[in-house]
Every structure is written in C-alpha cells, then in structure tokens.
C-alpha cells in the first residue's frame, strides 16, 4: 500500500465528510477509497473512522490521526516544493472558514477574484457562524469578527468595522422621532439573539459623552442576513456593523438613526494555525486577505 497516497485519501474523506465525495475528488470510486481507509487501518491497527449509511465521521482515535496525518502531508508538501524550487509558486488546495454573513456579502466574490489570478489555487469556502478549531477541522485561513481571538491561534487584526443604529425610510416615517438615545425606549429595537446583553445597547457620543440605554423589541434572529432583510423590511432601528449595511446605506434603503452615536466596533481578524511551515498558497491567501479587508465596504484599517 501508498502509505502517503492512503493518508491523503483519509484526510480528504474526513474532511468532505463522505468517501463518495472523496472518490470524486479524487476521480477514483467510492469502493477503492473504502478499500485503502480499511488498508489504513490494518496498517495503524485501529479503527479510523465510524460508517453508516449516511453519516461519517472520525473515531476518537482517528481524529487524533487525521491532525498528524494533515501535517504530515504538509510536511511532504513542503519537501517537494524545496526540491522543486516550487515554493514560490503557489498550488494545492485551500480550506477557509469565515462566519456566513461575511461570508455572503464580501468574501465569497473576492475569493472567486483570487482563485482567477491564481490558477493553480483549489480552495474550499466553509460558512458557519461558530468558531471552529483551526487544527481539529482542517481549516488553512480563518476570517472573524469580533473580540481577542483564542491565544492557540496566530491572528491578524486587518480591519475594523464601525456599529451604529440604522433603520428603513418607512420605518422612520411613521414612528416616533429619534433625537437622542433614550428616545429608542419608545421602539422595538431589533437585535441579535446571542448579543451580550438584550436589554441595553451602550452608545459613544460627541465629545466623550456615554449613554447606556434600555431597549426591547419583541423580535430578535441569530443570524446576521436576516437581520439584514428584517432592518430593510421595517421591523424596527437595530445595531448593525457597517460591512453588514453599508451597500443598503449607499442605495437609500436604510439610514442611519442618531449618526454621531456608535456602539463598540467590530474587529475582523485572519487567523491561522501556529506553525512554522505554511504553503506558498496560505502565506499568499493570508497577506492578500490583509491587504484587502480594510477596503471591503463599510471596513477601514
């Protein structure tokens, strides 16, 4: 048996989730990928992964291979572009994870735009909203939002998005005026339903000013996009970070409510694993998405 080949083969299986998606990246069948894991087993002697008819997934143990195996591979990788005089050009494939809303609206499109100037670049864009481990998923690059990232990653703060309360034109026009923040306890504030706190926004005003307000609403979402579509569709003012509404601020259908108050910004972050080889291709992914956040709507450096 390839030991190596066979390992890739498992990697690739653990993270598509499927052996048939394997076999098909692969442009082998789903019967010789099920053949070299068994190998691959034998050879290990345990068991890797758990099948059913549906659902696959690593087994304690393969877990912990599939980590070693990855860096295994990478290390492979890395021999072969020394040797080749190749690590200057960038190949091979990419896994990035990046929360869904961003994901969406910015950067799926320059993904595309990355993967035209870089023909040899494969890359896998995976959207979710949890933070995921870097290590444990396979994950190359990841864009977040938010606080400090966890200290077992490398991270890059690479721009930071401005949050203040938006609303629609028809919402504003039949609701009750909105001249300072203790006005907003007269609305049904739409937020976000893990935000840290659902009864008070805290908003930082001219000249150093501070005010902690209490606000409800009746309808609060976890996702992102469909606070997006519920700020467009009148439900309510909400907080919003700029990169999520700036194109409906520039087209007129949302404004912004009380434009010299802000809420803490929102900080985005391109993290990777703390490791001392990174393929041509993650270095270049990863100075390229620096360069190229702080320029994304409603992003500044």
């Given at each position: 048996?390839?030991?190596l080949?066979?390992?890739?083969t498992y990697?690739?299986?653990?993270?598509?989730?499927?052996?048939?998606?394997?076999?098909?990246?692969?442009?082998?069948?789903?019967?010789?990928?099920?053949?070299?894991?068994?190998?691959?087993?034998?050879?290990?002697?345990?068991?890797?992964?758990?099948?059913s008819?549906?659902?696959?997934?690593?087994?304690d143990?393969?877990?912990?291979f599939?980590?070693?195996?990855?860096?295994?591979?990478?290390?492979?990788a890395?021999?072969?572009?020394?040797?080749?005089?190749?690590?200057?050009?960038?190949?091979?494939?990419?896994?990035?994870?990046?929360?869904?809303?961003?994901?969406?609206?910015?950067l799926?499109?320059?993904?595309?735009?990355f993967?035209?100037?870089?023909?040899?670049?494969?890359?896998?864009?995976?959207?979710?909203?949890?933070?995921?481990?870097?290590?444990?998923?396979?994950?190359?690059?990841?864009?977040?939002?938010?606080?400090?990232?966890?200290?077992?990653?490398?991270?890059?703060e690479?721009?930071?998005?401005?949050?203040?309360?938006?609303?629609?034109p028809?919402y504003?026009?039949?609701?009750?005026?909105?001249?300072?923040?203790?006005?907003?306890a007269?609305?049904?504030?739409?937020?976000?339903?893990?935000?840290?706190?659902?009864?008070?926004?805290?908003?930082?005003?001219?000249?150093?000013?501070?005010?902690?307000?209490?606000?409800?609403?009746?309808?609060?979402v976890?996702?992102?996009?469909?606070?997006r579509?519920?700020?467009?569709?009148?439900?309510?003012?909400?907080?919003?970070?700029?990169?999520?509404?700036?194109?409906?601020?520039?087209?007129?259908?949302l404004?912004?409510?009380l434009?010299?108050?802000?809420?803490?910004?929102?900080r985005?972050?391109?993290?990777?694993q703390?490791?001392?080889?990174?393929?041509?291709?993650?270095?270049?992914?990863?100075?390229?998405?620096?360069?190229?956040?702080?320029?994304?709507?409603?992003?500044?450096?």
């Amino acid at each position: 048996m390839d030991t190596l080949k066979a390992m890739a083969t498992y990697v690739r299986a653990v993270e598509l989730g499927s052996l048939s998606a394997a076999a098909r990246e692969l442009r082998t069948t789903q019967p010789t990928v099920s053949k070299a894991v068994a190998a691959l087993e034998k050879t290990v002697g345990v068991r890797l992964l758990e099948r059913s008819t549906v659902h696959l997934a690593p087994t304690d143990e393969g877990q912990q291979f599939y980590v070693h195996a990855r860096r295994v591979l990478e290390q492979h990788a890395e021999a072969l572009d020394a040797a080749r005089g190749l690590a200057g050009s960038p190949s091979g494939l990419l896994r990035i994870n990046a929360p869904l809303a961003i994901g969406q609206l910015r950067l799926n499109a320059w993904l595309l735009g990355f993967l035209r100037t870089h023909a040899g670049v494969h890359a896998e864009l995976i959207l979710n909203d949890r933070f995921v481990d870097l290590v444990e998923e396979g994950v190359d690059v990841a864009l977040r939002l938010g606080g400090p990232p966890p200290p077992h990653v490398v991270a890059r703060e690479v721009g930071v998005s401005r949050r203040g309360l938006v609303a629609s034109p028809a919402y504003l026009a039949n609701a009750p005026r909105i001249r300072r923040p203790q006005d907003l306890a007269r609305h049904e504030v739409l937020q976000f339903a893990w935000a840290t706190s659902l009864d008070t926004l805290t908003l930082d005003g001219p000249r150093g000013a501070r005010e902690t307000v209490a606000v409800s609403g009746r309808y609060r979402v976890n996702s992102s996009m469909s606070i997006r579509e519920a700020l467009v569709l009148g439900a309510g003012p909400g907080l919003a970070p700029d990169w999520l509404v700036q194109d409906l601020l520039d087209r007129g259908d949302l404004v912004r409510v009380l434009p010299t108050w802000r809420a803490e910004p929102q900080r985005a972050w391109v993290m990777y694993q703390a490791q001392r080889y990174r393929p041509a291709r993650t270095r270049l992914l990863i100075d390229a998405l620096v360069a190229a956040v702080p320029g994304w709507p409603g992003f500044q450096r």
